[in-house]
């Protein structure tokens, strides 16, 4: 095997970090960490919303939050806080508890599919 292909293909020893990696732990509020965690889901949460727009089919998790938005005569995004919700609380019995990220996701993404919706 040529040398250039082992290195590409060695296993990292470390984890990679980037700038605005959160080192302080699960609650530390990092602006930079914040502000890219916030974006990011927002893209997701607008990529969710366009798929749901056009018909061509979503992710398993935005199918079951379509479902129950049927049956609760509520909107997608509330449907998928609602799942995001129930989900955490599954997490209780297990004593995981979640960090900003996990709340940060239910919330930014629910909140991103409703909002987008409109503009699709």
């Known amino acids: 095997m040529p040398n250039w292909l082992?290195?590409?293909?060695?296993?990292?020893?470390?984890i990679p970090t980037t700038t605005w990696s959160n080192?302080?732990?699960?609650?530390?509020?990092?602006?930079?960490?914040?502000?890219?965690l916030t974006l990011g889901l927002w893209?997701?949460?607008s990529g969710e919303a366009a798929l749901v727009?056009?018909?061509?089919g979503v992710s398993p998790w935005t199918v079951l939050a379509e479902g129950i938005a049927s049956n609760l005569s509520v909107?997608?995004?509330?449907?998928?806080?609602?799942?995001?919700?129930?989900v955490l609380l599954?997490?209780?019995?297990?004593?995981?508890?979640?960090?900003?990220?996990t709340i940060m996701n239910?919330?930014?993404?629910?909140?991103?599919?409703?909002?987008?919706r409109a503009f699709w």
């Open 23 to 36: 080192r302080g732990g699960q609650w530390k509020f990092e602006p930079k960490s914040f502000l890219m």
């Open 75 to 86: 909107s997608v995004g509330v449907a998928t806080f609602i799942v995001s919700v129930s």
């Open 90 to 101: 599954l997490w209780l019995p297990l004593r995981q508890y979640p960090g900003i990220g």
């Open 43 to 45: 893209i997701f949460g």
């Open 53 to 56: 727009n056009a018909g061509i």
């Open 106 to 116: 239910a919330i930014v993404i629910a909140t991103a599919i409703d909002v987008m």
């Open 6 to 14: 082992n290195l590409l293909l060695n296993p990292a020893k470390t």
